[in-house]
């Protein structure tokens, strides 16, 4: 018990010194801590470190991206060139959250490729009328609240893809990822007032595109 | 008047809606959100407005995450991995596109290759002004003899045509001789006749002195384009020699102004990579 990982970060933090400040908050999150370590490796061409990083975050920033973008041949895509962009770049890794560093390269290729595809607009977001989601059965198993939750599900993501790609992404980074405004500023390199703005005036769209379907969302 | 709900409408064009949005948020605080409340209470459209927000909010969060994988493995090959880590040049540009300087020497070089197009532009009108005001050697007479015809020298086009003209007496003079009353019409119609392609700027500026020989060189069907390409070349030629006085400067600069935006093109696109 006194070996557990837990009780060891707990151990540490008591006698924190303030010249141990970076350093412990490093160690104190495991996950970065892992993250840091295969980042040097790969700094020093070990390519399977890399990969290893790859194989953590490539289902995360996939998730992500196929949300920005209309199509998952499209998200796979900046995924891809995201990871090779961040090969590329290994060297300007600056310290900080290892997840945050390739999420914002990820946004960064989809917005890149996003702009690049403007004038050739594609279907808009096939996955949205991908039937084969459902959600899982469990107490709201009743057939017309599946129904329901579906059908806002598709007319909320219809209404996404309406909106710009810079009200969409902070949108979803804020809604759907969960990040805060600070950390949404820093991946998309605004201000924070900025990023406010975009998803208050995202909302409004999405409000006014959704202005005859209110009935889904509403009680 | 008018109906109530009519006044509603209007007073709600009015409101600021940010401040509904905000505040469906959760954003504001103090004076902000006392206002919005107010605003929010007091008309009905922000109200259902609100909630509406707050509702597409709780729906957006719970939209479920795409159910299958990527289907692709992301992982880079050792290949991959190679062509991206360049050597040779292409690694210079890129570690050039790395460092700090980058863009602080993209924006000298161009500048630099900016001003230098510029001066060395500048100095190219400062020449041909002087040039167009003091006689030249004879190395470049036909240039200079071209370039004041333009603007209707009459008296140093005549100076020159002769000298310019001169092989043609001598190459066939009796075909020019044979010919001159076909050609005296041909140069009687300004602009049409190979007098007037040849010195086609020349037409009206030309004296009646220099006419002769150019109806001669018109006339003469076989020979006459022995001048004409002739005073071509020495167009040409004066031309060539007036860029080399002139080229080092502007290549220089040229050059300069390409790498120059090439080291802020390459700035650029890394910091899109990285944001």
Known sequence: MLDSPRLTIAVRRDPLAVEDLRSTTVADDPVQRRDLILLERAREGDLDAFNDLVVCYQEQLFALIVRMVPDRDQASDCVQEAFFSAYRNLKAFRGGSVKSWLHRIAINAAMDIQRARKRRPSQPYPELEDESWQPPAGEEADPVHTALTTERHKALNSALATITDDQRAAIVLFDVEGYDYAEIATMTGVSLGTVKSRIHRGRLALRDRLADRMDLFRG | MPHVSEVRATDHDRHDLMLVAALAAGDLAGTDRDQAIAQTDSCAECSALHDDLVAIAQATRSVPPPIRGTGRDFRLTPGQAAS????????????????????????????????????????????????ASAPQPAAAGGATTDRNAVVGDGSVASAAAPEVLRPVPAASAAAASAAAPVASSAAAAPGTGAAGGGFGTADGGVPAASAPTSVGIAAAPSTAQVPNQETTSTTSAGDGSSSRSWSPL?????????????????ARRRENELG
């Open chain 2, 84 to 131: 991206l880590h360049p050597s040779g040049w292409r690694r210079f540009v890129r570690s050039g596109g790395r460092g700090a300087f980058t863009r602080p020497l993209g924006v000298a070089l161009a500048t630099f290759g900016i001003a230098g197009i510029l001066i060395g532009t500048l100095s190219l009108g400062f020449t041909a002004g002087s040039s």
């Open chain 2, 250 to 266: 502007l290549i220089v600069s040229a050059i300069a102004l390409v790498i120059g935006v090439a080291l802020l093109v390459l």
